[in-house]
């Protein structure tokens, strides 16, 4: 009996072991893979969130005060080598590369809309199109389509591709595709909180992320649509279609961030509720805010920053303040995102 359980024992001494090294192996592995990021510290502190200022919109309202802990920021959105790393080391398979679910499409429909016929649900993703003339911006159908085969290799559609583009910024990906992808890398996504305090980059109440004006002394800061080439969203045919540019080929803000405003919107980890500032109480201050429980209506998060296509008169959400929506499982070639760690 004793030899039966020191066996036991020692087989059970063994697993633990065995567990532990495997555990400690998991940890290097994503540790190194962190590791491969280009971080900046963002140091602790305390900030106005959201705006009173016109042209803030309700979403944005009332300001009001947070103090964030100090966290790791990668100082540029995640970019299509990087991805293609984590795709060639996991077989991932994203979302615009799988046949839609009508589960998903029907949350995000109209009540009593029907479900399409099964030949009709084919992988894809929304790829801005434009339009000849200038049309109602009350109808974004005007300027967005569904492309099927529209994915993070080929974002536009057949006949466009990353190959030359490693440094652009990873688009066609959906919350949960850049959910998988932190988790495989270890870090997560920043909170909405987070990311706007980021943005700023040390200057209280700027309306962007390198002061006060769009274009300081005529500088371009960000790749946002050109107002004076065309009125959003007119692509003239002797023009090529707006599209996101290489990281980083803007000013880094006050905390060494690239990309802030400007080229392709951003998933954060927070849902989305237009009314998520209503309970901010004057006088009181936040700490470290993780967003809403939930939704309210259809499930939509967070994103921010702005994106090629942000206007003077349609969003101009490339304002630090500004807040937008999006359908978690629909990628279009003008979202991606950028990871956080403690």
């Given amino acids: 009996m004793r030899g039966g359980a020191a066996s036991a024992g020692s087989a059970l001494a063994l697993a633990a072991l065995v567990a532990i090294a495997l555990s ?16 900046a510290w963002i140091p602790g502190g305390e900030f106005t969130m959201g705006s009173d200022a016109l042209p803030a919109r309700d979403d944005e309202r009332p300001a009001h005060r947070v103090r964030i802990s100090g966290f790791w920021m990668e100082r540029a959105p995640v970019t299509n080598a990087r991805f293609a790393a984590f795709v060639a080391a996991t ?46 911006l009350y109808d974004a159908t005007r300027w967005w389509r569904f492309v099927p085969g529209a994915n993070w290799r080929h ?41 706007e305090y980021a943005a700023r980059g040390g200057l209280e109440g700027a309306m962007y992320a390198w002061g006060a004006d769009l274009a ?4 371009r800061m960000a790749n946002v649509w050109d107002d004076d ?50 309970s901010a109480r004057a006088g009181t201050t936040s700490r470290d805010p993780q967003g809403p429980a ?5 499930p939509r998060r967070v994103i ?9 008169e349609y969003c101009a ?4 303040s500004a807040r937008q929506n999006a359908d978690p499982d629909s990628p279009t070639n003008h979202i991606g995102f950028r990871l956080a760690r403690d």
Avoid at 24 to 39: N, Q, T, Y
Avoid at 216 to 219: F, S
Avoid at 294 to 298: I, Y
Avoid at 317 to 320: E, G, K, L, N, T
């Fill in 155 to 195: 974002p536009g559609g057949a006949g466009t591709s990353i190959v030359g583009h490693d440094e652009d910024p990873v688009v066609q990906v959906s919350y949960g595709d850049a959910q998988a992808y932190a988790r495989w890398a270890g870090m997560r996504l920043p909170t909405e909180a987070e990311w």
């Fill in 294 to 298: 939930a939704a309210d209506g259809a």
């Fill in 229 to 278: 080439a065309s009125p959003f969203p007119v692509v003239p045919h002797d023009r090529p279609q707006p599209h996101v540019q290489p990281v980083c080929s803007y000013p880094r803000n006050g905390y060494g961030l690239c990309d802030m405003a400007g080229n392709a919107w951003q998933w954060v980890a927070d849902w989305y509720r237009a009314d998520a500032y209503a």
């Fill in 317 to 320: 959400s490339y304002r630090v």
């Fill in 216 to 219: 300081p002394h005529g500088m």
């Fill in 304 to 312: 921010r920053g702005g994106s090629f296509l942000c206007s003077r």
């Fill in 24 to 39: 400690l192996l998991r940890s290097a592995s994503i540790a190194h893979r962190s590791a491969g990021a280009d971080m």
């Fill in 91 to 136: 077989h991932y398979v994203t979302t615009a590369e799988r046949v839609p679910e009508w589960s998903s499409l029907r949350a995000q429909s109209p009540p009593g809309t029907a479900a399409p016929a099964a030949s009709e649900l084919v992988p894809g993703g929304l790829v801005f199109s434009g339009t000849d003339a200038p049309v109602s």
